[in-house]
């Protein structure tokens, strides 16, 4: 039988650490895709200040808190407009322990404070939540609630949705306007999974783009020239090309569900040339490159509104892309540069030679040379 849950309110001055304990609970989560939402990681001084700025509610059971929300004025916010309307008030720091959650504890919550909203004259509920929780999102347009702006706050490494919905609509009411958000977040999905496609397709082109001018300009260097430094303060290709492959190793390797850091990684070791052959250079130099190419070409759109840790630093997924990106091809730009100067008179341009542009433009005009399939 399960034990009686009561909500009342909270009394200004009552401890808080178990509140803030259960936030952390129901919040965890969040933390474990990366969102670090307000209540995953606040202390109980927050805790109090937020329970405090307006009215609060708690759900307990046995005397124990299970749940809680809070209801505000937010008059001066800096950042969403919505809140600093009249009659709008907020809920915020919403929760409910993991092992209570399913009960309709939520509910129960959420219709005590609107209840006090109501009771308070207000027009308007409104909340925030992440971009990327959209099981909240679509939890909330059940209610009534739409998206009405979209802020990004101080504290949190995401940007939030600010949804409103109309008092007079009901505690529990599901109208027209939630019918249309969904058909017009299924266009908008639409588009999102073709932007998300082809943002992982230019990603992949471009990296095939600068493996192939670094593979020529490797193959036209020797191989005792593979291991010269232009300066005794500058890289060999063979370093550089050791440094990229383990560096791209480590990134992404379990890209999506381990820090892009690896403990095992010894990134000192990759600025030491210890190859005594050509195919030792270009194993390794190709064990990166094809680590990449199978974790890019195993994404999917959704995957772009993930997020990973490099070194513990939060990043979406396009960052993290764009970031690995730019790494290589400023690496690629120092191979280039090298084996240019190594190869002296024997170098044979890799894009387009001086000279060679209106007749390369003759050529190729819509050819689609540039979009041209990966090697077999």
Request: charged residues 20%.
């Amino acid at each position: 039988m399960r034990s009686t849950i009561v909500i009342r309110e909270y009394v200004p001055g009552e401890p808080v650490a178990p509140i803030t304990a259960l936030l952390h609970a129901a919040y965890a989560e969040h933390t474990r895709v990366g969102l670090w939402y307000m209540a995953t990681h606040q202390d109980d001084a927050t805790t109090r200040d937020r329970l405090e700025s307006g009215v609060a509610f708690i759900a307990e059971c046995g005397g124990r808190p299970v749940g809680t929300i809070s209801l505000r004025r937010d008059a001066a916010n800096p950042h969403a407009e919505w809140y600093r309307r009249p009659g709008v008030f907020v809920l915020g720091q919403m929760g409910v322990l993991p092992a209570f959650q399913g009960r309709g504890i939520g509910l129960r919550l959420y219709r005590a404070a609107a209840e006090r909203a109501r009771s308070l004259g207000a027009t308007h509920l409104a909340l925030d939540t992440a971009e990327g929780a959209t099981h909240l999102i679509d939890f909330y347009i059940r209610y009534g609630f739409e998206i009405v702006e979209h802020v990004s706050w101080r504290e949190t490494n995401y940007r939030s949705v600010v949804m409103v919905k109309e008092m007079s609509l009901g505690l529990g009411h599901w109208n027209a306007t939630a019918d249309r958000f969904h058909r017009r977040r299924d266009t908008m999905s639409q588009v999102s999974t073709a932007v998300g496609r082809a943002m992982l397709e230019a990603t992949i082109h471009s990296y095939r783009a600068n493996k192939g001018w670094a593979d020529k300009a490797i193959g036209q260097v020797s191989d005792e020239n593979l291991h010269v430094a232009l300066d005794p303060n500058t890289n060999s290709i063979a370093v550089i090309t050791k440094h990229v492959a383990g560096n791209l190793l480590s990134r992404w390797t379990d890209f999506l569900s381990s820090d892009g850091e690896k403990l095992w990684r010894n990134r000192d070791d990759e600025f030491i040339d210890m190859f005594t052959s050509r195919a030792e250079v270009l194993a390794h130099w190709e064990s990166g490159w094809l680590c990449l190419f199978d974790t890019l070409e195993s994404l999917t759109p959704d995957d772009l509104a993930r997020t990973v840790t490099i070194r513990g630093e939060v990043h979406t997924v396009p960052l993290a892309m764009q970031r690995s990106l730019s790494h290589t091809a400023y690496h690629v730009g120092q191979i280039i540069l090298v084996a240019r100067i190594l190869a002296g008179d024997q170098w044979s341009t890799i894009t387009i030679p001086r000279g060679g542009s209106a007749g390369f433009n003759q050529r190729v005009w819509g050819q689609g040379h540039y979009r041209s399939p990966p090697p077999a």
